[in-house]
């Protein structure tokens, strides 16, 4: 007689150099987990990050056709996540009509100041708005063949379900089609919008067939990457925070208004009624050469330390914002030596050493509170 197979969910991570896929069952048990690679174009000279979209399907494929062969479990439904702000520009079929435009991309930083302007928006909740505005300038053709402008998780729910979407958190603010034709970017270009976790449409018989699944099983509405690790931590309120890790790192942070810290950007949470505030330290650091704020990875490395240190050293609760106020004085002191031209050995030497502080000095504040708030 022949096994029951356990239920699970498959989960697909796109991240920035590899792709995950777990199977996980519905009381959350991790099942099995396989991961392949993929890799970055970059250039210095011109500020360009690409990835071939081809290749994250190839990497999604293997990765799902090994867990499934060595994992018991029946797939009964899809759920992803990618990373972002990314731009894939597809045509008419799905397929791309240029290599994705990464977060690490630097080109567009004219274009975000400009959407910044006409929609309200900055920083990444503009998503891949700002790429898709340099592609219509700067590639006439490209952008004459292409027929949607999507996110990592809305491109790979193109190739599983045919149905192209824009995946919004609900609450998350996106511009008016008017707005965007205004600014150069066409509307009809951007698919229309859907709630993440809702039910995207069905797997395809093309992709049931690349991934050794079966046809027909529901695909939900993904999100980006960082908003997932949120879910994933069990973050829910105030003052709780994440090290993302992965290969970007950074931190994330919820509370009850938007956070102004240097170096990073405040945006809605992917929970009603609360904002986050994150960063992804290797973007900072690797876009910032030159710039007068060179000194911010000093700035969000520290506040990473001090804020998961001292908020998780306390119980998951604390004074987060005390602690980040406290991480950006200090962090003042390592920039003057940042900016001192002192041997790049020393400034990592200096750093990890006030990483070190700061995590005393959050751990501390967060005790110091949870002190007070016991007493009282």
Request: net charge negative; glycine share 12%.
């Amino acid at each position: 007689m022949a096994a029951t197979r356990e239920a699970a969910i498959l989960g697909i991570d796109l991240g920035t150099t590899e792709v995950k896929a777990g199977l996980v069952t519905l009381d959350g048990r991790l099942l099995g987990l396989a991961r392949t690679g993929y890799r970055t174009d970059t250039g210095a000279a011109t500020g360009h990050a690409e990835q071939d979209p081809e290749a994250w399907w190839g990497a999604l494929a293997t990765s799902v056709r090994r867990l499934t062969s060595s994992a018991a479990a029946e797939v009964i439904a899809v759920a992803v996540d990618g990373h972002g702000p990314t731009l894939a520009a597809v045509d008419a079929t799905g397929r791309p009509t240029r290599p994705a435009i990464i977060w690490q991309d630097s080109r567009s930083t004219a274009e975000a100041a400009e959407l910044a302007a006409a929609t309200g928006l900055a920083g990444w909740s503009l998503a891949g708005l700002p790429a898709a505005l340099w592609v219509e300038r700067n590639e006439p053709a490209v952008a004459a063949a292409t027929c949607w402008y999507l996110a990592t998780w809305d491109f790979l729910g193109l190739r599983l379900t045919g149905r192209a979407a824009t995946s919004l958190v609900e609450g998350q603010p996106f511009p008016a089609a008017a707005v965007l034709d205004g600014a150069g970017v066409p509307a009809a270009k951007v698919p229309p919008a859907v709630r993440a976790g809702d039910l995207l449409g069905e797997l395809t018989p093309a992709a049931a067939d690349d991934l050794r699944l079966d046809a027909g099983m529901p695909v939900v509405a993904g999100l980006v990457d960082a908003w997932a690790s949120f879910h994933g931590a069990g973050m829910t309120e105030k003052g709780d925070a994440i090290d993302v890790g992965g290969a970007a790192g950074g931190f994330g942070v919820y509370w009850d208004r938007p956070l102004v810290v240097p170096g990073s950007f405040a945006t809605i949470a992917p929970l009603s009624g609360l904002f986050s505030a994150l960063a992804a330290v290797f973007y900072v650091s690797t876009t910032t050469a030159g710039d007068a704020n060179a000194g911010a990875p000093f700035i969000l490395t520290s506040i990473a330390s001090v804020v998961v240190g001292g908020v998780s050293f306390s119980g998951g609760r604390g004074s987060a914002l005390g602690a980040m106020a406290g991480a950006v004085a200090l962090t003042l002191v390592i920039d003057v030596i940042f900016f001192a031209g002192i041997e790049p050995l020393y400034q990592s030497l200096f750093q990890g050493l006030f990483l070190v502080v700061a995590v005393l000095l959050g751990t501390g504040a967060a005790l110091v509170a949870r002190v007070r708030k016991e007493s009282s």
